[in-house]
C-alpha cells in the first residue's frame, strides 16, 4: 500500500448503471484519488475520499493559464476474477513529459501506480463484466494557485477518477470516414503537440465540428508546417499498410506519443512486419492506392484500441481503404490486442499489471 | 441594470490590502459576477455573489479538454470621483471571437458590459486610488459539463473576478531584455493563437522560464512555420521605430488582436505617423540596427501599457535597442495612453466609458 495514503471510504454507494447503457464518460465510482503540492513540500497527502466537487478559487490558474495535463487507461476485468491494467507506468511516465513541457512538478511513476490499484481496490465492484466493457481510468493534474501572474502555479493537485465505460464497437469493429483537415491544424513542431494537456484537445474541437457537418466522423491533422505530412486522426495516432509494409507517422514533436502506438509497433515486429516510422505526405497515400497498394488504415487510442479508416476525403478528393471494409490485420490487432487486455491472450511482452483480485476469488 | 441581474450583497467584508502592497493578481474584491449556460436554454441566471469559490465535478470538460477564455480590462478611479473603463466592448467581442474558435457559446457583449459596471459598482470602494494603480478586471467563460467524451461541452460558466494592482512601474517606465526564442513555439497559423484561451498561455511558460534562467524578462515568439517571423513578446503586441516609421506584425492568424495594439495604432496614425503591419522578419531588426535605423522597440498589454525593449538576444547575437533607454515615442506614447484610461488627458476616439460616479461625488 502507498506510504501515508489516507482512505475514506464513502457511507453511502451510488445505484450503478445498467451495463448495456454506459456509454463513454457518464458514470463516475464511488471513490476518486486526490493529492495535493505546494511549492517547497512537494506532493503530499495522497488519500482515496468519496467522489467529490472540486473547490477551487475564481483565481485558481487552471482556468486562466491551462497548466493541466491528463492520462487515459483502463482497467479490465477477466474472466477468472482478476483487474488488469494495460502498462500503467507508461501513462505515468508520458504524465511526467507533458508535465515538464507545462512547467507541472513530476510526479513519482511507481507511487501514481500504487495510488491507482488502491483507487481500484476500493472501487472493484464498479469494473464492468460485460464483454467489451471496462473502466476507463482518468488521472489528471491542475494549477490551483489563485493568482493572475502568467507564471506556473505553486500549488497543483493530482486526482484519478474512474469511468466504467461500455464497448467502443457494441456491433464489432467499424470503420469510418474520415475528412483530411487543411486549414485547422492540431500543433506544431515546438508547440505541446507532444503533451497531453487539455489545450491541445479544445483547439481540436472545431475542425471536428465542421468534419462532422460534412458527415466524417472526425478528421485527419496535418502538420503546421508544410500542411501535407500526416499527424494524427483525431485524437488517435494513424498507420497505413501499404504494400505489405506498416507505415505510421515518426514522433516529430508535434505527435502524441501513443501507449496504444507503441504497442502495435511492437505486435507488428514481433509478427515479423516492417515498420516505418517517418513523414507520411497525404499524398502518397493517394498515389499508393491508385497503384493498388493501400491495403488498410487504422487510428490507434486508449478508448477505441483500433479504428479503421474507411474512407478519407481529401479536398474532396475521396479515397475508399480496403472497400470501406475492416482490413485483416486491422482486426487481428484489435483481437490481439484486447484479447491481452482482457487477459484471455498470452502476453508476451508482460504489458498488464495485476491491479487486484476480486474478493469472492481471493476467498477460494 | 441588466434584466433579470440579481445581487447578493456580502455581510462581512474583507479588510482590503495596503496600497503599496497590491502587486498583480494577488487580492480580489469582496463579489464577482456569475452567469450559467445550458445547451437549449441559453445564458441563464446573471447574479452578483460574494467572492467564493467555484465547486465544480471533477469530470468537468474544463480540466480535461480546456474550452476555457478569458479577457483582461482594468478600471481607473479618476481623479473627480468616475470610474472609467478602456473601450470594454473590445473585450467582449474579441470573448465571442475566442468562444467561436474553440466552440464555446457566445455571449451579448452589451449585456456583458452591463453585468461588468453592475460588479464595478457595487466594490467600487476596491478601485485604488494611488498613482498608477487600478482595479484589473478578469472575465472568463469555463467548460463545465461532467463527460469526458471529447467533444464541446454542453454547459459553461462565464464569471467576473477582480483585483486591485499596483502600479506596473512604480518607478518609471522602464526597458527589459527580451531573449529571442528559436526552439519554442507559440502558435501557429490554423491554430489558436488569435484566441486568448488558456491553452497559449500553459505553452508560453516553458520558454518564458528559460529566458528567465538566462536573465532575460520575457521571450520575443517567431513563427512556427519559417521560425523568423516576429509573432509577439512574453503575452504582448510588439512594435518597433524604424527609420521613422513603425513597423507590427500584421494579425496573420496567429497573433492576438490586442486592443491595445489597435490603440496604439490609431494614435500613431493620428499624430501621422506612418504604421505598417506586415511580416517583420528577425533579420530586420539586426540589419536596422548596424544602419543605425532600429530606433525604439516596445510590447504593447493591458497589464504594461507599454513596455520598452532594450536588449533582444537572438543566438547569442546581442542587440541594444536606444542604449537601453525607454525611447521618447514610447514614453510619448505610455503617457497618452495611461492619461486617457485615467481621464486626466483629452480621449478624442470616445475610446473611455464611465461604469460609475463614487457615491461621495453622487451626494454632492
Redo the contacts between chains.
Sequence with gaps: MLEGLQIERATTKKVKPEESKLG???Y?TDH?FIMNYEEGKGWFNPRVIP??????????K???????I?EGLKAYRTKDGRVLLFRPEKNFLRMNRSNE???VPELDPNKAVEALKQLIQVDQDWIPSEEGNSL?I?P?V?ATQ???????STEYMF?I?M?PVGAYYPEGVNPVKIYVES??????????GEAK??????????A??LAKDKGYTQVLWLD??H?KYIEEV??MNVFFKIGGVIHTPALSGSILDGITRNSIIHLLRHWGYEVEERAIEIGELYEASKQGKLEEAFGTGTAAVISPIGELNWQDEVLVINNGKTGELSQKLYDTLTGIQKGELEDPFGWMVQAAVFDSQLAK
Tied chains: 1, 2.
Design positions: 463513454f464518460g457518464n463516475y476518486m467522489y467529490q466537487p472540486i473547490v477551487l478559487d475564481p483565481a485558481a487552471v482556468f486562466h493559464y491551462g497548466q493541466t491528463f513541457r507545462l512547467s476507463y482518468r489528471y491542475i489563485a493568482q493572475l501572474g502568467v507564471a506556473p486526482i477518477i469511468s486549414d485547422y491544424v492540431r500543433s506544431v513542431k515546438g508547440g505541446v494537456t487539455a489545450g491541445n484537445y479544445a483547439a481540436g474541437l472545431k471536428q465540428e503546421g508546417v500542411r483525431g485524437s
